[in-house]
């Protein structure tokens, strides 16, 4: 989409959200399932349409830091953190503020909420249009891979959808780092998108997660599963498996019926974190009799990958 086309979408993407519609919005990171956070019926209609249990708040979204301080309190530390990485992939859980905007229902009944300004520009364009805070949470249903094209958004929740935008292939293809900055002392709830180092350098060393993990059912196994069982560290693919490699080719070919998939042929880990959900959809779309995933380097946005595919066997993060 270019020119006026675009411009119409976002009008009628914001009027969809102002008469209380679901949205499916592109963002840098995963497609996300949209709605007004301060209209409760456009919310429990979100939950219901992810599958998604109550207890689990979302993300709101707004355009920029001005916005967000109407909805959370910020110290210094997390207004610094918002100045060096929004627009972006860094989501910060705050203190909310009483008159926010964000319903009780999405923050899940919490004193805090989570809240991001994502750096898509079609995302920024019907932030700015809206004008309020949106909850966005991934577009896929509860448990499912995350959504990195229009089509796999359709796919997962199109039908509870009243528009769509196509901002064509997510950039970062794995969902926002989550980091909570509640008292004074910050902490990783979500690997993501943003790595680890880069914050760090800000922070210093950031605490792991404490009993806010409860509260981050993203943080629990089985999530971002395809329905094909997923078999990590894998050296070669088996008979009948669905291979998902990761570096230069093996000299090797595969074993024959083995679909292959190259989450980076360089090795790089920004493209395989861009290609990981859309590799892991296509493979599981093959119906193998497991997907097999090549060791995949922890470092950098490693630590995103990894903690998305440990999630997608199953594992106990
Ligand atoms: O990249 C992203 O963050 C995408 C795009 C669409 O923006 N959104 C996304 O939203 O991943 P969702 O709802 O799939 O994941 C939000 C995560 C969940 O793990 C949730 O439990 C956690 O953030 N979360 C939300 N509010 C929280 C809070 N107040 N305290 C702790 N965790 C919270
Ligand atoms: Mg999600």
Redesign the pocket.
């Known amino acids: 989409m270019t020119g006026a086309p675009v411009a119409q979408a976002v009008v009628q993407a914001v009027a969809a959200l102002r008469a209380g519609g679901l949205v499916i919005?592109p963002?840098e990171?995963?497609?996300?399932l949209a709605a007004d956070a301060g209209n409760a019926q456009a919310v429990a209609r979100l939950y219901e349409a992810k599958g998604r249990p109550r207890f689990?708040?979302?993300?709101a979204?707004v355009a920029d830091l001005a916005a967000a301080e109407r909805v959370a309190r910020f110290d210094p530390l997390s207004r610094r953190l918002a100045e060096a990485f929004w627009p972006g992939?860094l989501?910060l859980?705050l203190p909310a503020r009483a008159e926010g905007g964000v319903g009780e229902l999405a923050?899940?009944g919490?004193e805090?909420?989570?809240v991001?300004a994502?750096a898509h520009p079609l995302a920024q364009a019907v932030l700015a249009g809206f004008g309020g805070p949106v909850v966005?949470?991934?577009?896929n249903r509860s448990g499912r891979p995350?959504p990195t094209t229009l089509a796999d958004a359709v796919e997962e929740t199109g039908a509870a959808a009243a528009a769509a935008l196509d901002g064509g292939p997510c950039a970062v293809g794995v969902?926002?780092t989550?980091v909570?900055v509640l008292d004074g002392a910050p902490r990783l709830?979500?690997p993501?998108?943003l790595e680890r180092a880069a914050i760090e350098a800000l922070t210093g060393p950031l605490a792991e997660a404490g009993s806010?993990t409860g509260?981050?059912?993203?943080?629990l196994a089985l999530h971002y599963a395809p329905d094909a069982p997923v078999r990590l560290e894998a050296a070669q693919p088996r008979p009948g498996e669905a291979w998902l490699s990761f570096g230069p080719a093996p000299p090797g070919p595969a074993p024959p019926g083995c679909a292959v998939w190259n989450l980076s042929p360089s090795g790089d880990l920004r493209e395989a974190a861009a290609n990981l959900f859309a590799h892991l959809r296509a493979a599981d779309r093959t119906r193998p009799v497991a997907i097999a995933v090549a060791p995949i380097p922890s470092h950098g946005l490693g630590e995103a990958i990894d903690d998305r595919l440990r999630r997608a066997a199953g594992y106990v993060g």
């Open positions: 919005l963002t990171t995963v497609y996300g689990n708040p979302l993300i979204h992939p989501t859980v923050q899940a919490l805090t909420v989570a991001r994502p966005a949470p991934s577009a995350s969902e926002s989550v909570a709830l979500r993501g998108g806010e509260r981050s059912p993203g943080r």
